[in-house]
């Protein structure tokens, strides 16, 4: 089957080690490889950021700035159709037609609005309760086969197959292809640098719990020497990991980011403790995002061409989305 590949990140805040190693690393790989005749489709869900308040300044801001850093980060607006849900009506159009045959039951199970909502459930928005459905539709929308995310984002796709499958059988069609995570396993959960029980996160008030892609080299160097630890020495097996999580999270960044084995790490250097670790990782580290940085910072200068670049590929994402939504209204029986 063709390859269609789609994913989305929330333009909130910037975007941090965690996003990149877990999705964008994927998102630009599947990108190079994708075979002739498959296609990409990368967004900005800003439709999904209104889930939580925020003024049009900044939000305008930040999609800017996740466009950006996207592109510095290696995705293509020349190979990929990269846009904001925004200016693609299709994808709140369809998430409407899809609420009615999303089950209550099904959002109740959502482990994210638990987490997001916390202990003011009845004060959250009523978004980030059907925000899963607007997310199935983002997928649904380009008949994806293929959804490179982080593992927070497992159970939404799994919601989203669900849905489609349920659809399908109760309107009688074969309208919607059901999408396949792919989650990369040595990154599929970055912790935060401050605790290691935590997911790195943009909405972690501590900006030293992330690594942001538009860090300097002195504030990469600072956050890693700054990262909670233990005292132990590094183990040669992995298992003694188990209990270690700021450890296990500090050794994960260093096998994603080098592309080895933890093992293999572990085999370097095991005996070492932290003290010799980490300055071996903030190079690394400095290394692989310091190009990135550069980029970004030239991308930044060039509002006008990055608006530009988001307009191109919101008119490539309508097109494409045309012909999946008018099936969805027809196998509804809402139009012709
Ligand atoms: P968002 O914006 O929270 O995160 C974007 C991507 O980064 C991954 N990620 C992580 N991976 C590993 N470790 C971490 N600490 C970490 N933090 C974030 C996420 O899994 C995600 O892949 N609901 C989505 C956005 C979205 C979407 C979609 C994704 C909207 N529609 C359709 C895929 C398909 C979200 O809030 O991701």
Same mark, same amino acid.
């Given at each position: 089957m063709t390859?269609?590949?789609?994913? @989305?990140?929330?333009?909130?805040?910037?975007?941090?080690?965690?996003?990149?190693? @877990?999705?964008?690393?994927?998102?630009?790989?599947? =990108?190079?490889?994708?075979?002739?005749?498959?296609?990409?489709?990368?967004?900005?869900?800003?439709?999904?950021?209104?889930s939580v308040h925020e003024d049009a300044a900044t939000r305008r801001a930040n999609v800017r700035e996740m466009a950006a850093a996207l592109i510095a980060a290696g995705v293509d607006p020349a190979r990929s159709t990269l846009f904001s849900q925004a200016q693609v009506p299709a994808h709140p159009e369809l998430a409407w037609l899809l609420n009615g045959t999303a089950r209550i039951g099904w959002l109740n199970r959502m482990t994210q609005f638990k987490e997001k909502s916390g202990k003011n459930r009845?004060?959250?928005s009523a978004a980030l309760y059907v925000y899963p459905v607007l997310q199935a539709a983002?997928? /649904?929308?380009?008949?994806?086969?293929?959804?490179?995310?982080g593992e927070d984002q497992k159970q939404?796709?799994?919601? &989203?197959?669900?849905?489609?499958?349920?659809?399908?059988?109760?309107?009688?069609?074969?309208?919607?292809? /059901?999408?396949e995570p792919i989650i990369p396993p040595a990154a599929a959960r970055i912790m935060?640098?401050?605790? @290691?029980?935590?997911?790195?996160?943009?909405?972690? %008030?501590?900006?030293?719990?992330?690594?942001?892609?538009?860090?300097?080299?002195d504030m990469v160097v600072q956050k890693i020497r700054k990262a909670k630890t233990d005292p132990a020495p590094l183990p040669d097996d992995p298992a003694e990991? &188990?209990?270690r999580p700021e450890a296990r999270n500090l050794v994960g960044i260093y096998a994603?980011?080098?592309?080895?084995?933890? %093992?293999?790490?572990?085999?370097?250097?095991? @005996?070492?403790?932290?003290?010799?670790?980490? %300055?071996?990782?903030?190079?690394?580290?400095?290394?692989?995002?310091?190009?990135?940085?550069?980029? /970004?910072? =030239?991308?930044?200068?060039?509002?006008?061409?990055?608006d530009r670049l988001l307009a191109a590929g919101a008119a490539q994402a309508r097109e494409a989305a045309a012909p999946t939504l008018a099936g969805a209204y027809r196998a509804m029986g809402l139009r012709d």
């Open positions: 390859q269609r590949i789609v994913s @989305g990140i929330q333009p909130t805040g910037r975007l941090h080690l965690g996003n990149y190693l @877990g999705a964008i690393r994927n998102w630009v790989r599947m =990108q190079d490889a994708v075979a002739t005749g498959g296609r990409c489709f990368f967004f900005l869900a800003d439709l999904h950021s209104i009845e004060g959250a983002d997928v /649904l929308l380009y008949q994806a086969t293929h959804v490179p995310v939404h796709l799994e919601l &989203a197959r669900d849905i489609a499958t349920k659809f399908n059988t109760d309107f009688e069609v074969d309208l919607f292809t /059901l999408p935060s640098l401050r605790d @290691g029980s935590a997911k790195m996160s943009k909405s972690d %008030p501590s900006d030293m719990s992330r690594i942001n892609l538009s860090d300097d080299v990991l &188990a209990d994603a980011m080098a592309d080895e084995p933890v %093992p293999a790490v572990l085999a370097r250097f095991a @005996g070492q403790g932290f003290g010799a670790f980490k %300055p071996v990782l903030a190079d690394l580290l400095v290394e692989t995002l310091g190009p990135v940085k550069t980029r /970004l910072d =030239q991308l930044r200068d060039d509002p006008g061409e990055l």
